[in-house]
């Protein structure tokens, strides 16, 4: 069983950046890809970029390309999330998740997630 933890997550003013982390533990941990979803309240979880753990390919949601960048630690298990040029509407729960068969925009083909963090930008 893989386990998923993020944490970094927290309150920023409107153009400023928060670096939000997950750490994957449990057993050999060899993704095919890991993703970053974020939900707002009373929205659906949404996409916001996805890496292939082999390559480190990147996808990136239109709404946050150019502003987000995704990096991985592979010797760590690790993802990272740094997130620029914060707005308000990026306030959301952060959730984390690894897929072992898909590079996808889909949370139905991540089969691994982290319980959330939270990010909230202040106008």
């Known amino acids: 069983q893989v386990q998923l933890a993020e944490s970094g997550g927290g309150l920023a003013q409107a153009g400023g950046s928060l670096r939000v982390s997950c750490a994957a533990s449990g057993r050999t941990f060899s993704p095919y890809a890991m993703g970053w979803f974020r939900q707002a309240p009373g929205r659906e979880r949404e996409f916001v970029v996805a890496?292939?753990?082999?390559?480190?390919?990147?996808t990136y949601a239109n709404s946050v390309a150019g502003r987000f960048t995704i990096s991985r630690d592979s010797a760590k298990n690790t993802v990272y999330l740094q997130m620029n040029s914060l707005k308000p509407e990026d306030t959301a729960v952060y959730y984390c998740?690894?897929?072992?068969?898909?590079?996808?925009?889909?949370?139905?083909?991540?089969?691994?997630w982290g319980q959330g963090t939270q990010v909230t930008v202040s106008s």
């Open positions: 998740a690894a897929s072992s068969r898909f590079y996808s925009m889909y949370a139905e083909q991540y089969n691994y």
């Open positions: 890496i292939k753990w082999g390559g480190g390919s990147t």
